[in-house]
């Protein structure tokens, strides 16, 4: 996987012809703002209204990249840079949305909404957002230039966009593939014709199935080989030892079990994150704040003075805006540069990015510390969720824009733009969702199950088992610098059995695939194999990803109009 994505960085960039997309030029316009902010509301208002109503929230960026291109070009635009930085924007508050969804709304779930206004909300979204900006600007350069990350979505993303310029057989190949993914998605979920999951077990505990999802089989042939295998590791030793073997011995109920793997998985995540900060950053530092960056990539003094400006807006707005002790502003906003990195290893391995759960390991260590008002802590989760979206999800455009060639530096200006922009229009849609349908509204159950939410809320007491969590910790570092993927394990124990039962069918087709691409012929001057092979995956996965942004749309107009 990484030879492709140098394969797709290093490519020559062609001669444009009429209508035909570009890899040069500069990728901040007016027209692409004007586009970018337009499409920003629009998106940003529906990840609201699907992560509360659906609890997913699919990643925009394939159907932002296409939108962004096709509007462009409809004014003379060709620029595929341009077309990057203006999908950006037009995503950023995507993020923004999931992490206040995500978590404020387990205050209504537990009925202290009376104490929570929009402008707490608005507090807490800008906090994480100017905290998400800062990380992204400190971890890109690592986590997306220096690293080996496979960031599916956005090497996706990428192959779009170049498919443009390619045209023939790539084009087809691409746009192929995701026509067939858009018609299997809207068939199981819009239709309903086909099975969201299949064979299905009654295990106590576990949810043992298949997620019919080409988007998930598309994420394990993209990621491959042992990433996936110690992803699928950590699953079976959760769901099938931990839970189901324990239950079944009689060690614990199946309550407990649950409790001790979840507290597991974050622990293992954590730790991950915290190896990465000991392994990768603390050495690297001095590359951070170089005053030379490859291709306007690096932080110059300047730089870092606005970066440092932004840390302290974030830690007022906090301390006395959501009042927050000065010591809990503090370990907010070093947990949140910590939280990112985990955040954007995981997103660059998996496509996927727990942000509800970085933002509970946070609110753990902040009602450690004495605090002990529910509503405050929610207010860390949000926080947090916020800047893991913000900071962790982006860095798959960061990786299209790395592969076509777009400047680090505008990339993260329409980030700013998109993010900001996204805050306002977050807290608006779940006040206005508030208004018409009242908070009872919200919970397991009701119109809006806002399911991440509510694990929050019940987990806003305390680690279910802290010994687990304490063992995770330590295992996850370990691991890590003995250079073993603990984030992977870590996914695979605490994310649903039927998700981490899929990726590694997807990865076994690419072996199958690579076996046979490595006895087959290739003529001159056509895709490689290995590039068809990643051309066809990113098609599937995008083709579910458009789907999924079209029918939160049509969601959100049918729900508005009912």
Same mark, same amino acid.
């Given at each position: ?304 003075? #606005? %970066?440092?400006? /932004?840390? &302290?807006? @974030?830690? =007022?707005?906090? !301390?006395?805006?959501?009042? $927050?002790?000065? *010591? +809990? ?29 970085? #933002? %509970?390991?946070? /609110?753990? &260590?902040? @009602?450690? =510390?004495?605090? !002990?008002?529910?509503?405050? $802590?929610?207010? *860390? +989760? ?181």
């Amino acid at each position: 996987m990484a030879s492709n994505a140098k394969h797709l960085a290093t490519a020559p960039k062609k001669a444009a012809p009429n209508g035909t997309a570009t890899s040069g030029g500069s990728g901040i316009s007016l027209a692409g703002v004007i586009i970018g902010i337009i499409g920003c509301v629009i998106i940003t208002a529906s990840s609201v209204y699907t992560a509360l109503k659906m609890g997913a929230l699919p990643w925009p960026t394939i159907f932002t990249s296409i939108t962004a291109l096709v509007l462009l070009r409809a004014f003379g635009h060709n620029s595929l840079n341009e077309a990057n930085v203006t999908q950006i924007i037009m995503s950023a508050g995507s993020m923004v949305a999931g992490g206040l969804a995500f978590t404020i709304p387990g205050i209504w779930m537990l009925g202290q909404a009376d104490q929570v206004s929009w402008v707490e909300m608005l507090l807490v979204a800008l906090s994480g957002t100017l905290l998400g900006l800062v990380c992204t600007a400190l971890i890109r350069r690592r986590l997306v230039e220096e690293s080996n990350l496979e960031y599916p979505i956005g090497v996706a993303a990428a192959q779009t966009l170049r498919a443009s310029q390619a045209g023939g057989a790539t084009g087809v190949k691409l746009f192929g593939s995701m026509a067939l993914a858009g018609a299997w998605a809207a068939a199981r979920d819009v239709l309903g014709v086909i099975p969201a999951m299949l064979l299905t077990l009654p295990i106590p505990g576990v949810s043992f199935g298949l997620y019919n999802s080409p988007m998930m089989l598309s994420v394990g042939f993209l990621v491959g080989g042992a990433a996936v295998a110690f992803w699928f590791g950590g699953a079976v030793l959760a769901n099938l030892g931990i839970i189901w073997g324990g239950t079944t011995l009689g060690l614990y109920d199946v309550a407990t079990a649950q409790g001790i793997v979840s507290s597991l998985g974050m622990g293992l995540m954590m730790g991950s994150g915290l190896g990465v900060v000991l392994r990768d950053i603390i050495p690297s530092i001095p590359r951070y704040f170089s005053r030379k960056g490859e291709k306007g990539g690096g932080l110059r003094l300047l730089d870092v003075g #606005g %970066l440092a400006l /932004l840390v &302290a807006a @974030a830690s =007022l707005l906090v !301390s006395f805006g959501l009042g $927050l002790s000065p *010591v +809990a502003s503090a370990v907010i906003v070093a947990l949140s540069f910590v939280t990112t990195i985990m955040s954007a290893q995981s997103v660059g391995q998996t496509g996927i990015d727990p942000m509800e759960i970085f #933002g %509970l390991i946070v /609110l753990l &260590a902040v @009602a450690a =510390l004495g605090e !002990s008002s529910q509503i405050k $802590l929610f207010y *860390v +989760a949000g926080i947090i969720a916020v800047a893991c979206g913000l900071g962790g999800d982006v860095m798959s455009d960061f990786k299209t824009g790395q592969l076509i060639g777009t400047n680090p530096r505008e990339m993260w200006i329409g980030q700013a733009i998109g993010a900001l922009l996204g805050t306002g229009v977050s807290v608006a849609v779940m006040v206005a969702l508030v208004s018409a349908y009242g908070t009872g509204a919200f919970g397991p159950g009701q119109q809006f199950v806002a399911a991440q939410a509510s694990v929050v809320a019940t987990m806003v007491s305390g680690i279910p088992s802290v010994p687990a969590f304490a063992a995770g910790l330590v295992a996850g570092i370990v691991l890590y610098c003995l250079r073993l993927p603990s984030m992977m394990i870590g996914l695979g124990v605490y994310l649903p059995f039927y998700m981490s039962l899929s990726a590694p069918i997807g990865a076994l087709v690419k072996v199958v695939y690579d076996f046979i691409a490595k006895h087959g012929k290739g003529s001159e001057g056509e895709l490689s194999h290995d590039d068809t092979g990643i051309v066809v995956a990113s098609g599937l996965l995008g083709g579910e990803s458009i789907v999924g942004v079209i029918i939160a749309l049509m969601t959100v107009a049918t729900g508005l109009m009912g």
